[in-house]
């Protein structure tokens, strides 16, 4: 009787039989088509908690019911990066679990009302885009628009706008592309930047009008670095997506990914910027997330690597959804211990104003 268990009977049966596949491939996705995630998620406080801790989001009102009903919440709420996270993970499993890099995101909104532990979330895509990719045949890249609601209401608590490279079934021929190529010693013109930068004092709205203003008519930029940096290890990079049910192989498959791109498996795009946000909030007194624009994936971030964030203020506006806060624009980059920007991305936020 054949001992299946014989590993070279083994080998030759793996090699003959069929991998019932998981996810989609390029060719799979049309423009127009409307997918709906299940299983949805239910947002918990142990979800939001382990996010908000381990990518260094300590905002009290986040954590504490007195520091939360100071900010007008009914008890601490979900953080909008746990928000924004789960409401990608989901999605993984039907859009991007093939393989294929998360490149970017824009249009990310939130709401004006908090969202609370215990709300279900549906969530659904729309593909808007596909297009070939010129540089890389073997991949297409397709762009969705997700919306997160709250499966009781049908309130949106969370939108925005994706695109992933995705792996096609059947490479196809391309004209080589316009990508430069890696190592070709080229590092562009001289970088042209502005003679000063200045740093704000403090965290308020007040700190960045006064900074804003103080590099008006001048050859100068608000920008400064944040002292933090967070070395990505195994909870970063294999647990807090699989929390959020992201099923992507490049975050837990070290098997797999040792013949991919990367070598190796990487941070959860959402986890980068996260724990870059949570660098850049810990000198900020933030207020309410407004939302994001323009959020790209530069490289990739691995175990042991460790992430920075740097800030650039844009502008800022006394108009505001509270009398208590201004509104702020800002321009965040992760970066690498290299100094290598690994993800960079606009952001407009709330930022409290200093009490009289
Ligand atoms: C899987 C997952 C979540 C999920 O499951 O969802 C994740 O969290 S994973 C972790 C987060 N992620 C990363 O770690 C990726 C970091 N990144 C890189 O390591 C490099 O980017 C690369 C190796 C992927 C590519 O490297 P590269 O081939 O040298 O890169 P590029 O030439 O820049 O991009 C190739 C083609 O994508 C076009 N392109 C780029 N960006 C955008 C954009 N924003 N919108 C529309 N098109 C875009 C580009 O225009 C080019 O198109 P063409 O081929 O037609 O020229």
Not at 335 to 351: K, M
């Amino acid at each position: 009787m054949t001992d299946w268990t014989d590993p070279d009977t083994f080998a030759q049966a793996l090699d003959q039989v069929e991998t019932k596949e998981k996810g989609n491939c390029f060719e799979d996705f049309e423009e127009g088509d409307v997918i709906e995630h299940d299983p949805g998620l239910t947002l918990t406080q142990f979800g939001n908690e382990s996010w908000m801790s381990q990518t260094l989001n300590h905002d009290p009102a986040y954590w504490r019911t007195d520091a939360a009903a100071e900010r007008g919440f009914d008890e601490p709420p979900i953080h909008p990066d746990y928000l924004t996270a789960a409401t990608l993970g989901i999605t993984v499993e039907d859009l991007s679990e093939k393989g294929g890099y998360f490149l970017g995101r824009t249009d990310v909104r939130f709401p004006e009302s908090p969202v609370y532990a215990g709300t279900e979330l549906h969530v659904e895509s729309e593909v808007v885009n596909t297009a070939t990719s010129s540089s890389r045949p073997e991949y297409g890249i397709v762009s969705w628009r997700t919306r997160g609601t709250d499966a009781e209401t049908g309130d949106v608590l969370c939108s925005y706008e994706r695109t992933n490279m995705i792996p096609r079934r059947e490479p196809v021929a391309t004209d080589g592309g316009t990508a430069a190529t890696e190592g070709d010693g080229d590092d562009g013109p001289d970088p042209d930047l502005p003679e000063e930068f200045v740093t704000p004092e403090g965290g308020y709205y007040e700190d960045f009008v006064e900074a804003l203003e103080a590099a008006a008519d001048r050859d100068a930029a608000v920008a400064y670095r944040h002292e933090r940096g967070r070395t990505q290890d195994d909870v970063t990079v294999a647990s807090l997506p699989l929390s959020t049910l992201n099923t992507a192989k490049q975050h837990h498959n070290v098997d797999v990914m040792a013949d991919s791109p990367s070598g190796d498996i990487v941070t959860y795009g959402d986890v980068t910027r996260s724990t870059a946000l949570g660098h850049a909030r810990s000198d900020e007194e933030t207020w309410r997330e407004v939302g994001f624009d323009d959020e790209s994936f530069h490289t990739f971030v691995a175990v042991g690597d460790t992430v920075y964030a740097f800030t650039r203020v844009l502008e800022a506006d006394d108009d505001a959804s509270s009398d208590d806060a201004g509104t702020v624009t800002f321009e965040h980059i992760a970066f690498n211990q290299d100094d290598e920007p690994v993800y960079s991305g606009t952001r407009t936020a709330e930022i409290r104003k200093r009490s009289n």
